[in-house]
C-alpha cells in the first residue's frame, strides 16, 4: 500500500486532484510515521501527543507531568517551534532510532527547525510512556501548522489540551473529528477555568463531546491557577492527569488495549481513504480519455475532408483545372485521339514529350493545391481541439498558445509530404504499368506525363467517369485523361493505379495529422499510469482490509478498553 500511495500521481486539474494529493501525502505521512514501524513494534512505548490550540498551555502541562522544564513555555507566539519527545532514559533508544517519525532529525538541543524532533529524557517519567509537544494545531506558521497535525497522526494517544474560553474553536473540532474517524484514543483537558465556572464550562464541554460521539474520551478539568518558580503547575492540580497516566504506565495490558485500538482504529480508516485515492486516479483516467476523444475527433475530421476532397472533384478546379487542360491539349484533339488511340499511342508520348513546361506548371499546381488543404484542415483541427480542451477544466489548465494553431513547420512538412507522394506515384507507374515494353521504350517524361495523369485521376472518386460534381469541373478533359491511361495500361489498371494512388496518398496525410493531434495528446499521457495506479491501490487496500479482519485489530477498533476510560474519568 505504501508504494502504490507513494506512486500516486494527480496531474490533471481536476475537482478531485488537489484533495487527492492531500490525503495521499497524509496517508504516506501515517503511514511512515506511525502504522509501519508501530506494527513492527507493537511493544515500543506508548507515545503521547500533546496538541491543542494556541496558549492553552501544552509545554506548561508537559513539563508539569514529568516534573522537569523540558519544553519551552511563554507568552511569545508561537512557543513550539520544534516537537519536544520526553521519555524515560530506558525508553530513549526506540526514539533514537528514528523508526518513529522517520521525517525528522533527532537532536539533543533546542531547534527553531520544525522538522528536527528534541529527545529529551526525564526520570521522573515512568517507563513505557512518552510525551510529544506539538506545535499549536491553529499557528499562524503554516509549517508549524502541518507538522501539528502529522504528529497528531502519529499518536497513541491523543491529549487534547483547551481552555475555558476556546473549547468552542473550530479548528480542534476539526481535528477532533478526523481523530474520531481513525479510531485513536482521545484524552482531554480543560485548562484554566475559572473556579467560579468550573462546572458549567466542563458540563457544557462534556455535552459537546457527547454529541460528537466522544463522550467516553476521559476529561480532565485543570481549575485556573499559578505556575511555580519552575514554571510547573501545582502537584495537587495535575494530581489526577498524573495518576492516569501512571496508571497506564504501569498496566501493560492497558497500553497494549490503547496501541491496538487506535492501530486498529487508523488501520480500518486506510481502506475508505485509499478507495478515495483510486477514484481521484480514475478520474484522472476519464478526463484524459474524455480530452483525447475531443482531440481524435477533431483530426478524424480533418482526415474526412481530405478524403471527401479527393472523392469530389473539388480538388480538380482553379488552377489544377487550367494546368490539366493545358498539358493535354484541346477537346478537339483528343476526340480525334480517342478513334485512333491503338494507332497513335507513340505519337502521343511524343506530343507529350515535347512539352516539358506545362508538366512542370501542372505538378506544381497539384502540390499547391494538396499543400492548401493540408494546411487548411491541419488549422481548422487545430482549432477545434483547442476549443474542445478549453471548455474543460483539465483541459484548459494543459494548453499553450501554439496549440490553437498547426505546427509552425507544417507547411514544410506538407510539401515535403505531397512531392514523397508525387515521387510514388510514379514509381507505381512504373512498377505497376500493364505495358512494360512502353516504360521500358519511352522516355522518362513520358512517365512524368502519365504519373501526372494518374495524379489527376486520384482528384476523381470514379476514376474520369465524369458524374455529379466532376461534371461542372472539365469532363472533357477527364474523359481525354481516361483515354490516355486505357490506351497505355488498359481499363482496370487505370482503376488500380488510381485507387493504390489515393489510398497512399490517404495514408501519408493521417501520419501528418496524427502527428499534429500528438501535439495535444503528449499532454494527456501523463495521466495514463493512474490506471494502474488505481487498480495497485485498489488491490492493496483489500489486502490491508483482509489482514486487519483476521489479525485482532478490528476488534480492538470497536471499543476503548476498560483501563482507559473507567479508571480514568476523572
Known amino acids: 500500500m505504501r508504494a502504490a500511495i507513494g506512486a500516486a500521481r494527480f496531474p490533471l486539474v481536476l475537482p478531485s486532484a488537489e484533495p487527492a494529493g492531500r490525503i495521499g501525502a497524509a496517508l504516506a505521512d501515517q503511514l511512515d510515521d506511525y502504522l509501519l514501524p508501530r506494527l513492527s513494534r507493537l511493544d515500543a512505548p506508548l507515545l503521547v501527543v500533546v496538541g491543542g490550540s494556541t496558549g492553552a498551555g501544552k509545554s506548561t502541562l508537559v ?91 502519529a499518536a497513541d494517544l491523543w491529549l487534547f489540551v483547551t481552555t475555558a474560553a476556546r473549547y468552542a474553536d473550530a479548528v480542534p473540532w476539526e481535528l477532533l473529528h478526523g481523530a474520531r474517524a481513525r479510531g485513536a484514543v482521545i484524552a482531554l483537558v480543560l485548562d484554566r477555568v475559572p473556579a467560579e465556572a468550573t462546572d458549567e464550562v466542563a458540563a457544557h464541554l462534556a455535552e459537546m463531546l457527547a454529541e460528537q460521539g466522544l463522550g467516553s474520551a476521559p476529561l480532565f478539568v485543570l481549575p485556573e491557577t499559578w505556575v511555580d518558580g519552575q514554571g510547573l503547575l501545582p502537584g495537587r492540580i495535575t494530581a489526577p492527569l498524573a495518576d492516569w497516566f501512571a496508571r497506564l504506565a504501569a498496566d501493560a ?16 480508516a486506510l481502506q475508505p481513504a485509499v478507495e478515495s485515492l483510486a477514484g481521484a486516479a ?64 507513340d505519337r502521343i508520348t511524343a506530343a507529350f514529350s515535347r512539352r516539358p513546361a506545362p508538366a512542370v506548371e ?69 512498377a505497376e504499368g500493364g505495358d512494360r515494353r512502353f516504360v521500358a521504350r519511352t522516355a522518362a517524361y513520358a512517365v512524368n506525363a502519365t504519373g501526372l495523369a494518374v495524379m489527376i485521376a486520384v482528384f476523381a472518386s470514379t476514376a474520369f467517369i465524369p458524374t455529379g460534381l466532376e461534371v461542372a469541373t472539365g469532363a472533357g478533359t477527364t474523359v481525354a485523361g481516361q483515354a490516355v491511361l486505357q490506351a497505355i495500361f488498359g481499363d482496370q489498371a487505370v482503376r488500380t493505379l488510381a485507387g493504390k494512388a489515393r489510398q497512399d496518398l490517404l495514408e501519408r496525410t493521417r501520419a501528418l495529422l496524427d502527428s499534429e493531434a500528438a501535439r495535444f495528446l503528449a499532454r494527456t499521457d501523463q495521466a495514463r499510469p493512474a490506471a494502474r495506479t488505481a487498480a495497485a491501490l485498489r488491490q492493496a487496500a483489500r489486502r490491508v482490509e483482509t489482514a486487519r479482519l483476521h489479525s485482532g485489530f478490528a476488534s480492538a477498533a470497536r471499543a476503548l478498553s476498560t483501563p482507559v476510560t473507567d479508571q480514568g474519568q476523572p
Do not use: M
Open 282 to 345: 480514475d478520474e484522472q483516467v476519464a478526463a484524459a480519455d474524455a480530452l483525447d476523444e475531443r482531440v481524435t475527433a477533431a483530426y478524424r475530421a480533418a482526415n474526412h475532408t481530405v478524403e471527401q476532397g479527393l472523392r469530389d472533384g473539388r480538388l480538380l478546379r482553379g488552377e489544377v483545372l487550367a494546368r490539366w487542360q493545358e498539358f493535354i491539349g484541346t477537346g478537339e484533339f483528343f476526340r480525334t485521339l480517342e478513334a485512333r488511340i491503338g494507332r497513335l499511342r
Open 63 to 153: 513539563n508539569s507531568l514529568v516534573q522537569a522544564r523540558v519544553s519551552a513555555a511563554g507568552v511569545l507566539r508561537p512557543t513550539t517551534r520544534s516537537p519536544v519527545l520526553v521519555c524515560n532514559p530506558a525508553d530513549s533508544p526506540w526514539f533514537r532510532r528514528g523508526e518513529l517519525l522517520p521525517g525528522l532529525t533527532r537532536t539533543n538541543q533546542p531547534s527553531e527547525d520544525p522538522r528536527t524532533l528534541h529527545l529529551v529524557t526525564a526520570p521522573a517519567l515512568a517507563p513505557g510512556l512518552a510525551f510529544l509537544d506539538a506545535p499549536d494545531i491553529d499557528s499562524v506558521v503554516d509549517a508549524n501548522r502541518a507538522l501539528a497535525g502529522q504528529l497528531l497522526a
Open 253 to 268: 495490558d492497558a497500553r497494549s488495549a490503547v496501541i491496538r485500538q487506535t492501530l486498529g482504529g487508523a488501520l480500518a
Open 362 to 430: 501542372l505538378r506544381d499546381a497539384i502540390e499547391s493545391q494538396l499543400v492548401t488543404l493540408l494546411r487548411g484542415v491541419a488549422a481548422e483541427a487545430a482549432d477545434h481541439a483547442y476549443t474542445g480542451w478549453k471548455a474543460h477544466p483539465a483541459g484548459a489548465a494543459l494548453l499553450e498558445p501554439d496549440l490553437a494553431h498547426h505546427s509552425p513547420d507544417l507547411p514544410e512538412r506538407a510539401e515535403r509530404l505531397v512531392r514523397d507522394w508525387q515521387r510514388g506515384v510514379l514509381e507505381l507507374v512504373r
